[in-house]
């Protein structure tokens, strides 16, 4: 039988699991692998920066279900993916990691470009393998494939050494079912427990359905829409849960947390019942735990039963997918129900429906003429592209405004950094999920102190051919950091101002090979984000120069009582 090298067998093994496209950058350990790459139907994206592959395959993850897969040398190769990698972990991304290590004699010699890798990435991975045995090849990244991609989805790592790499063996084709011992995802909810729920659901008088990001990585968000229609169930969803249930929908309550919906953020509050559906109680959503929802019972659903009970204490605890239970969950209803409907529960509706009214999220006032505001601008961009885009953010007051303003009516319409909040992953995810959706118009919507992190990977996206586009939110200071100094550290802003001279993002844009425009007053705005629609045979970067000193609320302080909401510059004084 023919010998092939473990090389030429890892990227045989990324085509048996349908890779289209992977996001890297070369070097020495490593380097075997791309020689094979050469000549393989496998796309490969050259990222300026190892982060940035990283977050593309992450972009490419979140906007198309499927495993991202990025690859890099050692050392500062592997290094330089942490930070994505543990993006990818907070926020439950299925991507895969391909890092080259020195040979195995050199292991533990602090040879060149040597790095722990396997050690490095463990709290920041759901798995990772330090390969050692070249006929393993094929079955291990099989293995990552499935573990990235089932239970609670997630980042895998795959270290390769450079003697292993240059090794032959004989090619086999991995089995295709994945045995490991102790790895085996609950996805059916227990049918008493679905019962209890369904028992607890009817008799609230006070419900809440909780929808975080699990719901979409799951795929469930027909199930989640079929469930509260039936079970007549208010619906708030988290910041990873953008677009599982419609926002134009009469039982969406918005966004919760931090910088969340009043009606989101109150409903919870006086709720009598949070159902809670792939969410995990983070902190930006309740606060202070021992003030949350305090007289709400808990149903938790989640797939990844060390969130069940965490911070919570779940009354009818419940571990499966989220799709499946939903199922259950809807199937039992309808039994109970019979001929009937679910409970009207008309004084909460009622108030909630006043909350909606009373407190709209965007409170903002763009006077003519005056400063540009940059809600303004975000409104602008949904209505000249009809909202049907792949919206990217990158972290901070930018990324708030893009969560609450636009209308997100689908899934995988929202892509963010949640639970890491990394600044730079806007632009690379952003590349990514134009790579996986290319016939969908993407946004990537960022600040400049983010867009400054990772701006050169608008170099891989011109030369790669990538017409992405990017919308910055220019107020010449870190944005978020400054509203914080201005609240609570008496306007001593300290280290968060930027220059609103340098760089010149138009010239910046035209060096990088893209298209580049700026619009400093409210009359330019439309104009200028039509022509970047127009355009598609690049990439296109727009600023936005805007009021630096406008601020995102609603706001409910950190670690503070979700009672108190800040709605607004007038309750600060």
């Known amino acids: 039988m023919e010998r092939i090298s473990i090389s030429q067998a890892l990227i045989k093994a990324l085509e048996f699991e349908g890779v289209e496209v992977m996001f890297g950058h070369p070097g020495g350990a490593i380097l075997p692998a791309y020689d094979p790459l ?6 490969h994206v050259l990222a300026r920066h190892e982060q940035g592959a990283g977050h593309m395959a992450e972009g490419y993850a979140q906007a198309t279900g499927r495993v991202g897969v990025c690859i890099a040398t050692s050392g500062p190769g592997a290094t330089n993916l942490v930070t994505s990698l543990a993006n990818a972990y907070m926020d439950s991304i299925p991507i895969l990691a391909i890092t080259g290590q020195v040979p195995t004699t050199a292991i533990g010699n602090d040879a060149f470009q040597e790095a722990h890798t396997w050690g490095i990435t463990m709290p920041t991975t759901k798995h990772n393998y330090l390969v050692t045995d070249a006929a393993e090849i094929p079955d291990v990244i099989h293995e990552a494939f499935h573990l990235a991609s089932t239970g609670r989805p997630g980042p895998v790592l795959v270290d390769l050494p450079k003697d292993i790499l240059n090794t032959e063996v004989v090619w086999h084709d991995p089995t295709g079912i994945v045995d490991l011992p102790g790895y085996k995802p609950t996805t059916t909810g227990h049918p008493l427990q679905v019962k209890s729920a369904i028992e607890l659901i ?9 929808a975080g990001g699990g719901i979409i990585a799951s795929g469930a968000h027909a199930e989640l829409l079929t469930f509260a229609e039936r079970a007549n169930l208010p619906v708030v969803t988290t910041l990873m849960a953008r677009g599982a249930f419609p926002d134009t929908h009469a039982l ?8 969340g919906f009043y ?6 509050q006086k709720s009598d019942l949070l ?4 969410a995990r109680f983070d902190d930006r959503v309740t606060g202070d735990p021992s003030h949350f929802a305090t007289g709400a019972k808990i149903i938790h659903v989640d797939i990844d039963p060390a969130e069940i009970g965490k911070i919570r204490k779940a009354d009818v605890p419940i571990v499966g997918d989220a799709r499946t239970v939903l199922r259950q969950l809807d199937e039992r209803l309808a039994k109970v129900l019979g001929t009937g409907t679910a409970p009207t529960r008309t004084e909460w509706m009622e108030t909630l429906s006043g909350w909606k009214s009373a407190h709209p999220i965007s409170s903002y006032e763009q006077e003519p003429g005056g400063l540009l505001k940059p809600q303004y601008v975000i409104e602008e961009l949904f209505k000249t592209t009809g909202g049907d885009a792949i919206v990217v953010a990158g972290v901070g007051q930018h990324q708030m405004w893009a969560a609450q303003l636009w209308k997100y009516t689908k899934p995988r319409t929202w892509i963010n950094s949640g639970g890491a909040g990394t600044m730079g992953f806007a632009v690379p995810a952003a590349i990514g999920a134009k790579m996986g959706m290319p016939d969908e118009n993407v946004w990537a919507i960022d600040g400049d102190g983010c867009f400054q992190m990772t701006m050169q990977e608008m170099i891989c996206a011109s030369t790669e051919g990538i017409p992405v586009k990017v919308l910055i939110i220019n107020n010449h200071n870190l944005g978020m950091v400054r509203q914080w100094q201005r609240i609570f550290y008496n306007e001593r802003f300290s280290a968060s101002e930027l220059t609103d001279h340098t760089p010149d993002y138009v010239k910046l844009a035209e060096a990088m090979g893209c298209a580049g425009f700026r619009a400093e007053t409210a009359e330019e705005v439309a104009p200028v984000l039509e022509k970047a629609n127009s355009i598609n045979d690049r990439p296109v970067i727009v600023e936005a120069r805007v009021d630096p000193d406008e601020m995102v609320f609603p706001m409910v302080p950190a670690g503070g009582s979700n009672d108190i909401v800040i709605l607004s510059k007038d309750d600060l004084s």
Request: glycine share 10%; aromatic share 6%; no cysteine.
């Open 275 to 278: 159902i809670a559906i792939g």
């Open 252 to 259: 969406h309550l918005g966004m919760p947390g931090m910088h």
């Open 263 to 268: 009606s989101a953020i109150t409903a919870m």
């Open 202 to 210: 009817q008799q609230s008088q006070r419900p809440v359905l909780y």
């Open 38 to 43: 050469y000549d393989s139907k496998i796309r």
